[in-house]
T-cell receptor
Framework: GESVGLHLPTLSVQEGDNSIINCAYS??????FIWYKQESGKGPQFIID?????DKRQGQRVTVLLNKTVKHLSLQIAATQPGDSAVYFC????????????FGKGTKLSVKP | DTGVSQDPRHKITKRGQNVTFRCDPI?????LYWYRQTLGQGPEFLTY????????KSRLLSDRFSAERPKGSFSTLEIQRTEQGDSAMYLC??????????????FGPGTRLTVL
């Protein structure tokens, strides 16, 4: 069915290394994608977004890559810090009059000091 | 704090009771969303408002659930005759799509509901 999913449920990295979190989506009509970070007991926190007319967008220590050919989205975190430990969700907006976001199940990132 | 706020943060109730949650969006945001999140899952859409109009409802929103946004500002989500399966985190988000047509949604801290 149509869904946003993630390749790995957990990711463990060493502090200072780069992290890459992947996401696959199946709806080619989706025109907007967002990455969220969620810490335990808190609401999702916006990290970075990208529209379907772009293939890369950079923020502070984060980069989102969009490959529409294979319907793949990734989040790269440079120099990962212990404070980056959280669950990361990608979400898609299918455009048009549909306002809701479709979320994947999330990847839990653990940063080892 | 100018972010999305939700009240209460935690609610414990007995099965069959009614509960009501409140969400105050970011002040200039005209869209307001409700999501539900169970442990280990991503948020699932329930409903959303543009100003005071409820524009979309998920099939997850059974007839025991009702949401309002009477003046286009804060919103309430009521669950009647709660069931144990209603136990979840209820998240509110708000956005202002504007001319850019990108609907960046900002989430509140959530209300954790436990139905005994």
């Amino acid at each position: 069915g149509e869904s946003v999913g993630l390749h790995l449920p957990t990711l463990s990295v060493q502090e200072g290394d780069n992290s890459i979190i992947n996401c696959a989506y199946s709806n080619s009509a989706s025109d907007y994608f967002i990455w969220y970070k969620q810490e335990s007991g808190k609401g999702p926190q916006f990290i970075i977004d990208i529209r379907s007319n772009m293939d890369k967008r950079q923020g502070q220590r984060v980069t989102v890559l969009l490959n529409k050919t294979v319907k793949h989205l990734s989040l790269q975190i440079a120099a990962t810090q212990p404070g980056d430990s959280a669950v990361y969700f990608c979400a898609e907006n299918r455009g048009g009059s549909q306002g809701n976001l479709i979320f994947g199940k999330g990847t839990k990132l653990s940063v080892k000091p | 704090d100018t972010g999305v706020s939700q009240d209460p943060r935690h609610k414990i109730t007995k099965r069959g009771q009614n509960v009501t949650f409140r969400c105050d969006p970011i002040s200039e945001h005209n869209r307001l969303y409700w999501y539900r999140q169970t442990l280990g899952q991503g948020p699932e859409f329930l409903t959303y408002f543009q100003n005071e109009a409820q524009l979309e409802k998920s099939r997850l929103l059974s007839d025991r659930f009702s949401a309002e946004r009477p003046k286009g500002s804060f919103s309430t989500l009521e669950i009647q005759r709660t069931e144990q399966g209603d136990s979840a985190m209820y998240l509110c988000a708000s956005s202002f799509p504007g001319l850019a047509r990108t609907d960046t949604q900002y989430f509140g801290p959530g209300t954790r509901l436990t139905v005994l």
